[in-house]
């Protein structure tokens, strides 16, 4: 199979899975995740029409974007992996959004880097929905003291939600996952209201973005079902 054929199939599930409940296919960023893959993975997927990708190492994304995007505008890269510390200032200059902030010293490390770009930083805020995951809040005042630093910087821009649900083909496990994902999102929306400020939800990857977007998901994280194994 090409990436090109599997974005095909892909894309034919998504337009499916939105017709089951209701949703248009445009709701939905459906994002390449191109960690260990080569760049000129990168570019058949390009080709194919993608232009959201993710990346879970900084230093990895760096190496392979840095000249992609400048032969290619418009393509969007985003951090999807654990953010160390002292990664946080080439992650500020060099992402278009963290999607994985997952406690409150790495907001306050990102605002103090995210000053120099030009424009606030986007970001998401990640949540822990199963146990398989070691990253995201799991504390809900956490979250929300996080959620008050970041309102407070102007080089931060929150944006949503993600998380990783459970690694299990079980549906009900799956569904209760991002089920309680956007429980958290009405929460958030009802303490810290703002337009826009909680749309993004990233949610579901190879083996779960169907359900993900039955269950509201607007940005799918999808690696080998695109890529085929990384090697
Ligand atoms: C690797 C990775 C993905 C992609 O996983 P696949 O199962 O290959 O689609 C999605 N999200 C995160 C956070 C990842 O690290």
Do not use: Y
């Not at 199939?9 to 893959?37: D, N, P, S, Y």
């Not at 654990?82 to 010293?105: G, P, T, W, Y």
């Not at 990102?110 to 930083?121: C, I």
């Not at 102007?154 to 309680?180: C, H, Q, W, Y």
């Amino acid at each position: 199979m090409s990436i090109a054929k599997n974005i095909e199939a892909i894309e034919e599930r998504m337009v499916q899975a939105c017709l089951r409940c209701g949703r248009k296919r445009e709701e939905i960023t459906l994002m390449g995740v191109t960690k260990f893959q080569p760049v000129e993975a990168v570019d058949e997927a390009w080709k194919a029409g993608l232009r959201c990708f993710g990346e879970s190492r900084v230093q990895e994304a760096a190496a392979k974007f840095e000249n992609f995007r400048e032969e290619h505008p418009g393509t969007e890269l985003r951090l999807i992996g654990a953010l160390q510390r002292n990664k946080a200032k080439l992650a500020a200059s060099l992402f278009d959004c963290v999607d994985c902030v997952d406690r409150e010293s790495l907001a306050a490390e990102l605002a103090k880097h995210a000053a120099a770009r030009n424009g606030p930083l986007p970001l998401l805020l990640e949540f822990r929905t199963g146990e398989d995951s070691k990253s995201g809040f799991t504390d809900l005042d956490d979250l929300f003291r996080t959620v008050e630093l970041i309102l407070s910087c102007p080089s931060l821009n929150i944006r949503g939600l993600m998380t990783i649900a459970p690694n299990t083909r079980e549906d009900k496990v799956l569904r209760a996952a991002f089920r309680s994902l956007v429980k958290v999102r009405q929460e958030l929306e009802r303490r810290f209201p703002a337009e826009g400020r909680w749309n993004c939800l990233s949610m579901g990857m190879s083996g779960d973005f169907e359900t993900a977007i039955e269950e509201g998901s607007t940005l799918l994280r999808v690696g080998t079902a695109i890529f085929g194994e990384r090697i």
